[in-house]
């Protein structure tokens, strides 16, 4: 299973940006798919989450300015981010759930996309 990332980039303070992260090769299913980001000198920190039934959760750091969303037929997951701030300047990465015929479930990461919001 491969993870595919994009959309990174640079962005003036209250600006916008989409995050696209697709999965492909052998794929039964997939779980839960999210993304992560780590700023320099801190911890990977979650940002969002959406399971396969599209229930959604939020760092309280972006509810309102984030969302993210899923296409199940394309194995994608979106991170559409609004009023950018420069905290939000991070290496930003993609997580997905894949579960396999035997129910078992691995986790697998994007190679990370750098978003600097700066002026």
């Known amino acids: 299973v491969q993870l595919q990332a994009s959309g990174g980039g640079l962005v003036q303070p209250g600006g916008s940006l989409r995050l696209s992260c697709a999965a492909s090769?052998?794929?039964?299913?997939?779980?839960?798919m999210g993304w992560y980001r780590q700023a320099p000198g801190k911890q990977r920190e979650l940002v969002a989450l959406?399971?396969?039934?599209?229930?959604?959760n939020y760092a309280d750091s972006v509810k309102g300015r984030f969302t993210i969303s899923r296409d199940n037929a394309k194995n994608t997951v979106y991170l559409q981010m609004n009023s950018l701030k420069p905290e939000d300047t991070a290496v930003y990465y993609c997580?997905?759930?894949?579960?396999?015929?035997?129910?078992?479930?691995?986790?697998?990461w994007g190679q990370g996309t750098l978003v600097t919001v700066s002026s």
């Open positions: 997580n997905v759930r894949i579960v396999s015929p035997d129910w078992d479930q691995f986790d697998y």
């Open positions: 090769g052998s794929i039964f299913g997939i779980n839960t």
């Open positions: 959406i399971s396969r039934g599209v229930s959604t």
